[in-house]
């Protein structure tokens, strides 16, 4: 897996040093709109009111934290010559990306969404993924921001105002592809962690992606991702903690799935929390491995299973 770092931001702002890779709805009032700190919304999901079937954030709702930037996970920041949703662009992409959100290498960002901690967690990930450790997720999202009374805009946001000089600088090993992921199920000493649904896990519930196969990965263990928070907001490091090792035992390399990319990345940030270093999360996720044989040429590589798997 890729080196990471615990730098959480460098003293290089106004804003100083960031407490950790999760922050509180009390940090962000106090820091919101001071020079070098940027906010993206980084919500995803289908339009609508209401959760899509998936368990996405809410996008269309037209109320945003004061000056927050939309990052398009479902979008722009996806590359767009992938078979599947979400899969993490290159490097040049992101570049060209990031700096049209206005991002400078020296800036730092929170990441929010409309769910609480669900899409946000993507978002800090890949910034991590391209070398940006100026990054941190909003504990409980927007709706721990508006239950606060705090600010927030309402409708499309505005232009930005000057392109950003990102660079982006990928650290390899955080995002690993199908390969890396069977020969992790294969390793003694690695554990592979699914944050989907336990009925998608055990194939009793349908997936939301048409066409998928249904179950999972023979010798993953079942971990949603709520498990790890408590109404939208991320448990304490020691429940964590907790959480993980009843999953993965004394297994220190842990490696994360779900659906499409996006909610592995939520126990990506609570391995995080938790104490964990030298995680990784599978890009293609479910989204490729449960692909019908018609639609994957190395199907005999990505066996499926039902039923509960390990515990």
Request: negative net charge.
């Amino acid at each position: 897996m890729g080196e990471e770092t615990q730098a959480y931001g460098d003293g290089g702002t106004a804003v100083g040093v960031l407490p950790g890779p999760l922050v509180s709805t009390d940090w962000l009032a106090a820091h919101l709109g001071a020079p070098g700190l940027l906010v993206f919304d980084a919500s995803a999901g289908a339009p609508g009111p209401v959760l899509d079937a998936s368990g996405g954030a809410r996008r269309g709702s037209g109320t945003r934290i004061v000056g927050a930037r939309v990052f398009d996970i479902d979008g722009a920041l996806s590359d767009p010559t992938a078979k599947v949703p979400h899969t993490m662009p290159d490097a040049a992409r992101f570049t060209d990306g990031m700096r049209a959100l206005g991002l400078n290498d020296t800036d730092t960002v929170v990441v929010y969404d409309t769910a609480g901690i669900h899409s946000s967690a993507r978002a800090w990930w890949m910034l991590r993924a391209m070398g940006f450790d100026r990054a941190a997720v909003l504990d409980g999202g927007l709706p721990a921001w508006t239950a606060a009374g705090l600010p927030v805009d309402e409708g499309a946001p505005g232009p930005v105002p000057a392109r950003g000089d990102f660079t982006a600088r990928p650290r390899p090993g955080l995002l690993v592809d199908a390969g890396t992921v069977a020969e992790a199920l294969a390793d003694p000493d690695a554990a592979v962690l699914d944050a989907r649904t336990r009925g998608r896990f055990e194939g009793t519930e349908p997936e939301p992606r048409a066409g998928l196969r249904g179950g999972h990965m023979p010798g993953s263990v079942s971990l949603p991702f709520g498990r790890l928070q408590d109404e939208g907001r991320m448990l304490p490091p020691d429940e964590l903690r907790a959480a993980f090792a009843g999953a993965a035992g004394d297994r220190e390399r842990l490696y994360f799935s779900c659906g499409s990319g996006v909610t592995a990345c939520v126990l990506a940030l609570g391995a995080q929390l938790a104490g964990y270093r030298g995680t990784a999360v599978y890009d293609g996720s479910w989204s490729e491995w449960g692909l019908p044989a018609a639609d994957s040429a190395d199907e005999a590589d990505r066996p499926v299973v039902t039923g509960p798997g390990e515990r």
